[in-house]
């Protein structure tokens, strides 16, 4: 397959691969003396070009995390460092996918797409080009001047994972993206995503509840404990890409999702 153009324009993408290091961060909710703790103290480094995978239970942080780094929350204490340098929201050479497309009605495939580019200013032409060459990785060609209501099932999801590489981010953040699909459009998209991460070699940082998602997609999978999501540990997954849940690779992945399993059990979240 042929590689992807990059997203030049008035502000293009750097096309780095950003090292992330965070130390001592956490997060509280509250005001007062009535503050609930809700995530940290964590801290970890994430190398440039690293797909790293978060797994915990639902309210360990998971989400709060990727909000954190996003910058659209701050943090009750700590520090991210982003290339060494002092964090300083927001970063604009990001993309974020979601749990869901929230893609606008109103507007086609590739107008959904095309928003990053008009948000930041990006030549149209290069970006639309780029687009199409996206669509046609996830095996969405035709589906250009669709609108959200009209697209086959799992499509929406595809589409948001290109709006937010269709500036060439150079660090990915994604909250459950897959958590929706079904069975079989799940397997397609993860193989197409992996190929893509391949090739592309952003930072990326995933956020899931799925252990085998996480070891299929992850160099490493930091394991977070219940609430307050504090760091178990960190698995390196030393296995071969592209990485597929076939008969000779899900044995593997099974083990290394066994491993995690052993992390829940001792905290109570699995029997």
Not at 212 to 218: D, H
Request: hydrophobic letters at 40%; glycine letters at 10%; proline letters at 8%.
């Amino acid at each position: 397959m042929s590689t992807l153009i990059p997203a030049h324009g008035s502000e293009p993408s750097s096309g780095r691969q950003l090292k992330i290091t965070v130390q001592d961060l956490d997060y509280r909710r509250g005001t007062g003396g009535e503050t609930r703790p809700l995530l940290g103290p964590v801290s970890f480094e994430v190398q440039g070009g690293e797909f790293l995978a978060v797994v915990g239970p639902p309210g360990s942080g998971k989400t709060v995390l990727l909000k954190l780094l996003a910058g659209t929350l701050h943090p009750s204490g700590g520090t991210i460092l982003i290339e060494g340098g002092e964090y300083r929201p927001p970063v604009r050479d990001f993309g974020l996918v979601l749990d869901s497309p929230a893609l606008l009605p109103w507007r086609t495939t590739m107008q959904n797409i095309l928003l990053q580019a008009e948000i930041r200013g990006l030549q149209m032409e290069v970006c639309r080009n780029r687009a199409r060459r996206l669509l046609a990785w996830f095996g969405l060609s035709g589906l250009e001047d669709r609108r959200p209501h009209e697209l086959p099932p799992g499509a929406g999801q595809g589409i948001s994972i290109c709006r937010a590489l269709v500036h060439a981010p150079s660090l990915l953040l994604m909250d459950q993206p897959f958590r929706m699909l079904e069975s079989l459009i799940l397997e397609r998209m993860l193989d197409a995503f992996q190929r893509l991460w391949v090739e592309t070699r952003s930072t990326a940082i995933l956020c899931t509840s799925n252990l085998e998602e996480a070891v299929l997609l992850g160099d490493r999978v930091v394991v977070l404990s219940p609430r307050p999501g504090r760091i178990l540990q960190i698995v390196s997954i030393e296995l071969p890409r592209p990485r597929r849940l076939d008969r000779t690779m899900t044995p593997l992945i099974v083990d290394y999702c066994n491993t995690i399993r052993t992390f829940f059990r001792a905290q109570g979240v699995l029997p």
